[in-house]
């Protein structure tokens, strides 16, 4: 009787440790297979204090010799941390491949796909995480530029008139809002992500049409809409050269070798040797130059600064907006609806591809989209239709932006377009390529970011103004990740990452080495920019200033 009573008491212990570990198994599906947040505040190390009490969750003894524990979900938990990379290692892998009967082998690289696909996802989650923290950075950095602007100016209303009884409106006065924070200028400390600028570049009285910069030989060249180009030394700052060998505007400038290339509207292209530009310079404060060397035979008279020229490129028969030079060939495309292919070595047009046909609609680019704010210098002449407003090539490959808003790419073998897109509703006025995409900016103040691969537009920034500039810059890393640098006819410098989609606006006066650098012109906006790699940019405004930046 004694036995069978033993039997029973075991046989409900049993059971009720049976009843009890499912219960408990029950609990840690449900809480760590949907959020982490309980376990996460158990374990805080600031609840586990002496002066802090935690009241522990415990079982009947009877069930914990057999249940299981409540925190073996937190183990389950942490086996999937989103970080963890798979398991095995490529050279591991390869090793079980080779090891696995080839009926097995599909089965084994999906589930390798699978497992794959999971880790780039929870990648993309800590990176969309990562992006929204930084944002949460870049906002409480305004949010301390602009308390501590604030108490400056408590401050100096105090300082001011202690006891005063206009002291108080002068505090409030000189209070600031996020909204002055992102429109001031900063000294370089205030904000440790705004760019750092180098040097100011003044002497155009006209507004910036083209740059270009030299890094090996320390030179920054632009060009103006006063007829000038001028040469800068980028360590000192000084102008080493003015060359005033357009009569009409000049639209870009280019180092190639040691040469400089310049567009007009002249309807010429010029290269000038940099190396004999010393000799013609003026000297001692004198407004004459020497001339350079000449053989007897020389009779007829020459200008001096025509001596450093190396060719002139004629044929245009209107105003050249745009140009490239690029191993032993010149592409330049004109206001006369003309894309021409020129031989560096021998100056002579190897062919010329008229645009005509491609603009069959020349008020469309007027029809539809936003015009363009106020009236505005921009290269070429915006209410021309069929110009070619930006162009670049690779080898064969070419691509332009003409006014109707059409980005074209183009076979140079042939001398035909294979593809035409269009998505802006005004002409283009800038674009640039890399391996993988097109980033073209517009006249209806937008800029596309354009797949090449497929020919569809992948990403749309939208800006108040014009699109006046647009640099494109594969950022390093092993994914591919496009950068942009924009501007959009203000006074602002645009920063884009395609890939975290994030768009921080600079002002043009930012990171200023000292107050007396400082061109407080407020009309002035950002007519140009250049970037072609990620430690250097150069901009310049409709008031002829260059800057040079350190990013």
């Not at 923290?133 to 300082?159: M, S, T």
């Not at 044929?315 to 050249?320: E, T």
């Not at 890399?434 to 939208?462: F, H, N």
């Amino acid at each position: 009787m004694r036995r069978k009573s033993v039997e029973r008491e075991t046989e409900s212990s049993s059971f009720e440790n049976a009843t009890q570990g499912f219960i408990v198994g029950l609990i840690n599906r449900v809480i760590f297979r949907t959020s982490n947040t309980l376990i996460n505040r158990l374990l805080n190390p600031r609840l586990l204090k002496p002066n802090k009490r935690l009241t522990s969750l415990t079982l009947p003894p009877p069930a914990l010799g057999t249940a299981p524990s409540l925190l073996s979900g937190f183990t389950t938990f942490l086996d999937h941390s989103p970080t963890d990379e798979p398991r095995q290692t490529a050279e591991e892998f390869d090793a079980l491949l080779n090891a696995t009967p080839a009926s097995v082998v599909p089965e084994v690289l999906m589930e390798r796909r699978d497992e794959y696909s999971e880790y780039l996802r929870m990648l993309e989650s800590e990176r969309a995480d990562v992006v929204r923290r930084l944002n949460d950075v870049d906002a409480r950095i305004l949010r301390a530029v602009a308390e501590r602007r604030d108490i400056e100016g408590r401050i100096a209303a105090l300082a001011a008139d202690p006891g005063s009884p206009e002291a108080s409106p002068l505090v409030d006065a000189g209070r600031a809002t996020v909204e002055d924070a992102e429109d001031a200028a900063y000294e370089q400390d205030d904000v440790p992500r705004l760019r750092r600028l180098q040097h100011v570049f003044a002497g155009h009285y006209g507004g910036v049409t083209g740059l270009s910069y030299d890094a090996v030989a320390g030179l920054v060249a632009s060009g103006s809409l006063d007829t000038h180009v001028r040469v800068w030394d980028a360590e000192s700052g000084a102008c080493k050269y003015t060359i005033n060998g357009h009569s009409d505007a000049v639209r870009g400038v280019q180092f190639y070798e040691r040469f400089l290339l310049t567009a007009s509207d002249d309807s010429r292209i010029r290269m000038w040797d940099l190396s004999l530009l010393d000799s013609v310079q003026p000297r001692g404060g004198s407004d004459r130059g020497t001339t350079p060397p000449m053989t007897p035979t020389m009779c007829r008279r020459v200008a001096p600064l025509d001596l450093c020229c190396e060719s002139t490129f004629t044929g245009h028969g209107d105003a050249v907006t745009c140009f490239q030079a690029e191993a032993c060939t010149l592409i330049s495309g004109s206001a006369d609806r003309t894309v021409r292919e020129w031989d560096l070595t021998t100056g002579q047009l190897r062919q010329a591809i008229d645009l005509t046909w491609a603009a069959k609609d020349p008020a469309r680019s007027v029809r539809a989209g936003r015009r363009p704010r106020g009236t505005l210098s921009l290269p070429g002449r915006a209410g021309d239709a069929g110009f070619v407003g930006a162009l670049q090539f690779y080898d064969c490959a070419l691509a332009t932006g003409t006014a109707d808003g059409a980005l074209r790419l183009w076979d140079l073998r042939t001398g035909q377009a294979h593809r035409q897109m269009f998505g802006h509703s005004m002409a283009i006025t800038s674009l640039m390529f890399d391996d993988q995409s097109v980033a073209t900016g517009s006249l209806d103040g937008t800029v596309l970011l354009w797949d090449l691969r497929t020919g569809q537009v992948r990403q749309t920034l939208e800006f108040e103004g014009p699109v006046t500039s647009v640099q494109l810059n594969r950022q390093r890393g092993p994914a591919y990740d496009a950068a942009c640098w924009i501007a959009a006819s203000d006074h602002r410098i645009t920063h884009y990452r395609s890939n975290a989609m994030q768009r921080v606006a600079y002002a043009s006066d930012f990171g200023l080495l000292n107050h007396s650098m400082r061109h407080d012109h407020t009309d002035a906006w950002v007519s140009r920019i250049y970037c072609r790699d990620e430690d250097t940019l150069i901009s310049g405004d409709s008031e002829g200033v260059v800057k040079l930046w350190k990013i």
